[in-house]
């Protein structure tokens, strides 16, 4: 199996910057896409933004210009540093993976544990 870790929540002043970490271990493929996603009070979980093992990354129009996904192969690891936070940006933040079996095929998520955020205004 998989296990993710997350780490880097905290609180922060609106306006502030956060940047949260993602170690994944275990049976890793080496082609997969790992991302972030979140969940605020009373909402469903919302993807965040993705990035490939490639570094073509992807984001949410809600957090584009502000949040910049990067990754480090040799240490299984994906980054989400977070400027300009806004107190709606407030929310559980979760790392995923997903293993990429072909050009278009990839394999079910696996979830970390979740780290919170807090912004505050």
């Known amino acids: 199996q998989v296990q993710l870790v997350e780490s880097g929540g905290g609180l922060v002043q609106a306006g502030g910057s956060l940047r949260l970490s993602c170690v994944a271990s275990?049976?890793?493929?080496?082609?997969?896409?790992m991302g972030w996603s979140r969940q605020a009070p009373g909402k469903q979980r919302e993807l965040v933004g993705t990035?490939?093992?490639?570094?073509?990354?992807n984001y949410a129009d809600s957090v584009k210009g502000r949040f910049t996904i990067s990754r480090d192969n040799a240490k299984n690891t994906v980054y989400l540093q977070m400027d300009s936070l806004k107190p709606e940006d407030t929310a559980v933040y979760y790392c995923?993976?997903?293993?990429?079996?072909?050009?278009?095929?990839?394999?079910?998520?696996?979830w970390g544990q979740g780290t919170q955020v807090t912004v505050s205004s």
């Open positions: 990035i490939t093992s490639g570094g073509s990354a």
């Open positions: 995923n993976l997903r293993k990429r079996y072909s050009d278009a095929v990839y394999g079910a998520p696996y």
């Open positions: 275990g049976s890793i493929f080496s082609d997969n896409e």
